[in-house]
């Protein structure tokens, strides 16, 4: 994820750009540039890796001065965040100039095409590519004129597959600004005698409440006074503009109370995002693990904290079910201490969203001290993690701001579970199962997006949980999961104590805790354990404990062992470590809401540890 925001119209451009930038910088602080065209009629480029303020020290007294200009805030994808990878990127000639949010899939190819005519490449970028593309087909169409450069670019944008918004800009034609969206956000600001282009309205709100959304496979352009909008293929669309009413700090967060939740909601795009392009029909298709010899491979320890942990524990389940390796888990505090079994024989497939985790780095040396082969699974480009590895899987789904982890979960357990499907396939280790495994994940995003639109079921029941003093949870399989991180979430934003245990374990202990006054949510989805959580269900309800179950849509028999139940769609079991934890994580969000909590920034929490 990235931000960009641009500029036409009468006004000094740079305070404008870095404002806006500083708006969408919770997109991602890689690093941050901007491009002005000057009065001389040439484009100057500042850029720096890092945060915006890095960037805005070295402008103090040299800023560039013009009123065309763009600004980008990069969270890297393709390339190490540096000053060279560092967007706005620009054609050979300096004039073309180009900044991106979202990921060209077919840039290799692209870029090999270009090469292969001369072009010169400075970044390591897919971005840099499209302004090779639309510098040449300029050039086809003259390299004059607004009406030329509007088709260079809808010719550039015919020939890029995946996700994109654009903006672009040519020394050559002083008051136009063009925008491009597939799949990644782009707003228009209108406003009196300038127009701005954005990822997200707050960029806009200093200049202007009058907006319109760009739609997928729009093309629009900007001047001064003037706003088009195009279909790629040239046809115009007519649209009118809204008026935005929401306050700048609301907006931030894309109209959502917190980041918490907006990141909760975000899911159904981001698990789009993590598995776009590595789940095909016959195979999965993850060339990261192209590093590992998996036939050296005779057993694999997962080590993470925290919720990666959790997201660990469903890989252990699908690597064992699927691929029949041998699988320990272990919290990576623990691991490091443990006088753990490991070496060149060993696959260690280490987790952690924030690459940084102190714990787990430390458990990553050992691996690569004893000779075991390294897999890390990180959102964060660059992050210490992904120094050394043998592999290294990017979630990309955008930053996750709330320290709580919600979307970097469910990516990690879908990502981990394709790498267990991956080495079943290659192992024969999964028969015809493997297409409905493989759709399974295809499916995965519309599921969560039907379990989020039903939020007011968790809504309602967070009333109720929040007059108790404690829960327990409890699942079986992928539902003990599930229940691990529902209660994580729970004691996390609405310090309400939560704990969760494998259903069978129940009655080893914890059921002497209960009584009316503590509720129990039992993971009750279907499964091939239904029938045994059915019965720890009336072991509790024995005990005048009230039972919430998380269930699916159409067991209407599971209402009879339940006070209230959340029902969620149907679907294999291995996605229930994801399905069922999206109305737990709603669910803690409603508890800490009327609890008055610091929902995205829960007391005495970090989001990365880098401490032991
Ligand atoms: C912190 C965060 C948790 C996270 C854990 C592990 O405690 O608050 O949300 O699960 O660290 O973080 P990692 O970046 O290694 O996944």
Same mark, same amino acid.
């Given at each position: 994820? *990235? $931000?960009?925001?641009? @500029?036409?119209?009468?006004?000094?451009?740079?305070?404008?750009?870095?404002? $806006?930038?500083?708006?969408?910088?919770?997109?991602?602080?890689?690093?941050?540039?901007?491009?002005?065209?000057?009065?001389?009629?040439?484009?100057? =480029?500042?850029?720096?890796?890092?945060?915006?303020?890095?960037?805005?020290?070295?402008?103090? +007294?040299?800023?560039?001065?013009?009123?065309?200009?763009?600004?980008?805030?990069?969270?890297?994808?393709?390339?190490?965040?540096?000053?060279?990878?560092?967007?706005?990127?620009?054609?050979?000639? +300096?004039?073309?100039?180009?900044?991106? !949010?979202?990921?060209? &899939? !077919?840039?290799?190819?692209?870029?090999? &095409?270009?090469?292969?005519? +001369?072009?010169?490449?400075?970044?390591?970028?897919d971005t840099e590519i499209f302004a090779h593309l639309v510098e040449e087909e300029f050039e086809k169409r003259g390299g004059e004129g607004a009406v030329n450069l509007l088709d260079a670019v809808r010719a550039s944008l015919k020939r890029v597959r995946g996700a994109y918004s654009f903006v672009v800009m040519d020394a050559r034609v002083p008051d136009l600004l063009i925008g491009a969206r597939h799949f990644s956000p782009l707003i228009v600001g209108i406003g009196e005698g300038e127009n701005l282009l954005a990822s997200d309205i707050p960029a806009l709100l200093e200049h202007t409440r009058r907006a319109l959304v760009i739609e997928d496979g729009e093309v629009v352009a900007l001047t001064s006074d003037v706003v088009r909008i195009y279909t790629l293929d040239g046809g115009s669309v007519e649209r009118e503009p809204f008026e935005v009413t929401w306050d700048v700090t609301l907006a931030e967060k894309g109209g959502f109370a917190t980041f918490f939740t907006k990141e909760i909601y975000e899911q159904p795009a981001a698990l789009a995002n993590a598995l776009r392009g590595r789940v095909e029909p016959q195979r999965v298709a993850l060339p990261e693990l192209a590093g590992i010899d998996f036939d050296r491979?005779?057993?694999?320890?997962?080590?993470? @904290? $925290?919720?990666?942990?959790?997201?660990?524990?469903?890989?252990?389940?699908?690597?064992?079910?699927?691929?029949?390796?041998?699988?320990?888990? &272990?919290?990576?505090?623990?691991?490091?201490?443990?006088?753990?079994?490991?070496?060149?024989?060993?696959?260690?497939?280490?987790?952690?969203?924030?690459?940084?985790?102190?714990?787990?780095?430390? *458990?990553?040396?050992?691996?690569?001290?004893?000779?075991?082969?390294?897999?890390?699974?990180? !959102?964060?480009?660059?992050?210490? =993690?992904?120094? $050394?590895?043998?592999?290294? =899987?990017?979630?990309?789904?955008g930053p996750e701001i709330g320290v709580v982890a919600t979307k970097t979960y469910t990516a990690q357990v879908a990502l981990l579970e394709l790498v267990a499907l991956d080495w079943a396939i290659r192992r024969e280790t999964v028969g015809e199962i493997k297409h409905e495994l493989l759709q399974s994940f295809v499916r995965l995003p519309d599921l969560v997006q039907a379990i989020i639109g039903s939020d007011h079921q968790t809504e309602q029941l967070a009333k109720q949980v929040n007059r108790y003093r404690s829960a327990f949870f409890f699942g079986r399989g992928f539902g003990y999961v599930a229940a691990l991180e529902g209660a994580l979430k729970l004691k996390e934003v609405s310090y309400l104590h939560a704990e969760a245990y494998a259903a069978g374990e129940l009655k080893h202990g914890p059921i002497a805790m209960l009584d009316p006054e503590i509720p129990v949510i039992a993971i009750a989805t279907q499964s091939a354990t239904l029938d045994k959580v059915v019965s720890n269900m009336q072991e509790v309800r024995a005990r005048r404990a009230p039972v919430i179950a998380v269930a699916t849509d159409g067991d209407t028999f599971i209402a009879e062992h339940a006070d209230d139940v959340i029902y969620i769609p149907y679907a294999p079991e291995h996605l229930t470590p994801i399905l069922a934890v999206v109305p737990l994580q709603l669910l803690s969000y409603h508890v800490a809401a009327l609890r008055g909590c610091d929902i995205d920034q829960p007391r005495n929490l970090a989001k990365s540890v880098t401490v032991e």
């Open positions: 994820m *990235c $931000g960009i925001v641009a @500029c036409v119209g009468y006004r000094e451009v740079t305070p404008v750009l870095l404002n $806006g930038l500083k708006r969408l910088e919770y997109r991602g602080y890689d690093s941050a540039g901007i491009a002005v065209r000057t009065a001389d009629g040439t484009i100057a =480029i500042r850029k720096s890796e890092g945060k915006l303020s890095k960037l805005v020290n070295q402008l103090n +007294g040299s800023a560039p001065r013009g009123t065309l200009g763009m600004g980008h805030t990069r969270w890297a994808t393709h390339g190490a965040p540096n000053d060279v990878n560092a967007h706005p990127h620009t054609d050979e000639s +300096g004039r073309v100039v180009v900044i991106h !949010n979202g990921i060209i &899939e !077919n840039y290799a190819e692209l870029r090999l &095409e270009l090469k292969a005519r +001369g072009h010169v490449f400075q970044s390591q970028t491979v005779d057993r694999v320890h997962i080590v993470a @904290c $925290g919720t990666s942990y959790h997201a660990g524990l469903a890989g252990k389940l699908a690597l064992e079910r699927w691929a029949r390796v041998p699988v320990n888990v &272990e919290v990576a505090s623990e691991y490091r201490y443990a006088s753990p079994v490991v070496n060149e024989r060993t696959l260690m497939v280490l987790i952690t969203q924030s690459g940084e985790t102190a714990d787990t780095l430390a *458990c990553f040396r050992l691996a690569r001290e004893r000779g075991a082969q390294t897999l890390a699974l990180t !959102n964060v480009v660059g992050s210490s =993690i992904t120094r $050394g590895a043998d592999a290294v =899987i990017y979630l990309n789904v």
